[in-house]
């Protein structure tokens, strides 16, 4: 089956860093485009970063581009969100899906991290 582990998050205070892991199993993972999103609470969902199955094409949204950078090991399994210069409104569940899955909202969705940002 497949399956998501975020891990990493944390509180922080405005201006730090934090580095989110994404460990997942069930899936031929090197096939797919992968993808980090959150959610703050009375918010929709937005997606954070996408990265092409090699690495070799990335995406960011507006609010993040230039503070985050998302890579990704394919020998193992992992897909990763580097945050520096963070914001009080970067908080929220950060969580990872196959993009094609976060398109679709559907497949599997592992518990997420939740990311405070404040003084």
């Known amino acids: 089956q497949v399956q998501f582990v975020e891990s990493g998050g944390g509180l922080v205070q405005p201006g730090g860093s934090l580095r989110l892991s994404c460990a997942a199993s069930?899936?031929?993972?090197?096939?797919?485009?992968m993808s980090w999103y959150r959610q703050a609470p009375g918010k929709e969902r937005e997606l954070v970063a996408r990265?092409?199955?090699?690495?070799?094409?990335?995406n960011y949204a507006d609010p993040v581009k230039g503070r985050f950078t998302i890579s990704r090991d394919n020998a193992k399994n992992t897909v990763y969100l580097q945050m520096t210069s963070l914001k009080p409104e970067d908080t929220g569940v950060y969580y990872c899906?196959?993009?094609?899955?976060?398109?679709?909202?559907?497949?599997?969705w592992g518990q997420g991290t939740q990311v405070t940002v404040s003084s």
């Open positions: 990265i092409s199955t090699t690495g070799g094409d990335i």
């Open positions: 899906a196959r993009f094609v899955d976060y398109l679709a909202r559907a497949g599997s």
């Open positions: 069930g899936f031929p993972f090197s096939n797919y485009a």
